[in-house]
């Protein structure tokens, strides 16, 4: 991939990034959204326990994600067996590095964050305020630790493949990039219904896996071309 590849990349990410601050920083958009789900009389999402979000999304779908990755990594490490050939090995090896660094960063910023889920937040029946972007907690209020979205992650991730395959098969690389990018959405939007997370949270997970994806994928071809 070319260097001004990278360029529009980053470009793209910027631009985003720019775009999120602006429209998603006061959570009003956020707030907008989670109030058709949240049953004000009950003072709870009633679609936080659903059994088909639970089970199909929640954990069947991340199930499936965690499967795909140990298959990529099967054909890194036994792709010659398959007739597969050193090249081809690497990029899978690149993909399953470049998927498993992109969870850890969202994983690891999760870790990190202050803010809260919706079903914690007072205003959804729950018992910390809300803050926003770059905001920060009142004294004594505990980390909420939600923010950016890991189980939309799990989709996003997928995003890798549109690297490997950018130059020899076009077509190929744009159904992975816009198949990560639907399902990343997908399993964000199954958690947003139930309440655990803002549209904001999950747009800026996939934001970080990008930004993630192409770093791997830019230091594995600068390290291929030494």
Known sequence: MSRAFYQRQLLWLALLAGL???GLRDGQLDHALAQPW???VSRHFPLQHHRWLERLNH???KNLSLLGGVAVLGLALAGQRLGLSRAQ???WLTVFVATLLASLMVSLLKSQSPYH???DLLEFGGHAPYVPLFGHL???VSAGRCFPAGHASGGFVWMALYFVWHDSHP????AAWWGGLLLGLLMGLGQQLRGAHFLSHTLWSGWVVWATLLWVHWSAQRWQSR
């Open 117 to 119: 889920c919706p079903w």
């Open 171 to 174: 077509r190929r690389a744009r």
């Open 38 to 40: 949240f049953d004000p």
């Open 20 to 22: 999120f601050c602006w």
């Open 59 to 61: 954990v069947w779908l």
């Open 138 to 140: 009142p004294d004594g």
């Open 89 to 91: 090995r690497q990029r």
